[in-house]
């Protein structure tokens, strides 16, 4: 579509340019360093790469009418599994993706990488997919003009184990990594050429208006599916669906 200029005589396919794009996110993102409260920085597109390999190949090699855009993996979740918002059993049993997940270099001991093996739901997850899985039945058919990415590829944690998110470290902390995740998610709007870019919560949309810059692209967002919402736990599946139908991104 108009607004975002594409260049993709190499690599050969979406699939293969969504790769590359990913795999220089991944060394970019390897360089930086962060100060306290950060004391972990988990890094799936290292440890989990042939999960998010399988997902980007199995799943991106076609152009997107909606982009969906999350902040950055859960620790039960992409931090597991290598998928965005990364629930297991809709990775495993709806996406078909299953992988060996190794560990990131230093884990912190109150929150293991245990891959397909964790025992824990992502939440966020589970609602996110659950809502895709009810509305289109199959991954195919969602993916067929749908995709989601994090806007952030790494999960961070504090010493004594807590999660936290970009929006919540300090602003210096965070320049040179939004400036790497901007020019990531301007790539993967080249690639996809998507009509819609949703940010999924607050945070998100405001990096999706920043990266379309003016291109012909319209930017939304959707209530975000954490627990820790709460509005999100009276059922956030129909308060999606209903904001998507409104905005005309789904018909009714």
Excluded at 18 to 35: D, G, K, M, P, S
Excluded at 108 to 117: D, L, N, T
Aim: hydrophobic share 45%; with cysteine; net charge positive.
């Amino acid at each position: 579509m108009p607004g975002f200029r594409v260049t993709l005589s190499m690599p050969h396919s979406l699939s293969d340019a969504l790769v590359c794009a990913a795999l220089t996110l991944r060394a970019a993102v390897e360089r930086l360093r962060f100060n306290p409260p950060v004391t972990h920085v988990y890094n799936p597109l290292n440890y989990a790469w042939p999960a998010h390999e399988a997902y980007l190949r199995r799943f991106g090699n076609s152009r997107k009418r909606v982009v969906f855009l999350g902040m950055n993996p859960g620790p039960f979740g992409m931090a597991q599994t290598g998928v965005p918002f990364g629930e297991i059993s809709a990775v495993r049993d709806w996406m078909g993706i299953e992988a060996d997940i190794s560990k990131p270099r230093r884990e912190h001991p109150k929150r293991p990488i245990e891959g397909f093996a964790c025992p824990r739901s992502e939440v966020s997850g589970k609602r996110l997919w659950g809502l895709f899985a009810e509305r289109f039945g199959s991954a195919e058919k969602f993916f067929a003009e749908h995709f989601v990415v994090n806007f952030c590829p790494v999960a961070f944690l504090d010493k004594t184990g807590r999660n936290l998110t970009p929006d919540k470290l300090p602003g210096m902390a965070t320049g040179a990594l939004f400036a790497l995740c901007d020019a990531h998610l301007r790539r993967v709007a080249e690639i996809l050429q998507p009509h819609w870019l949703i940010g999924i919560g607050d945070f998100a949309e405001k990096r999706a208006r920043l990266a379309a810059n003016g291109a012909e692209v319209k930017v939304a967002k959707i209530l975000h599916p954490s627990p820790a919402s709460p509005a999100a736990n009276r059922n956030w599946a129909g308060k999606a669906t209903e904001q998507l139908c409104a905005l005309g991104v789904w018909g009714t």
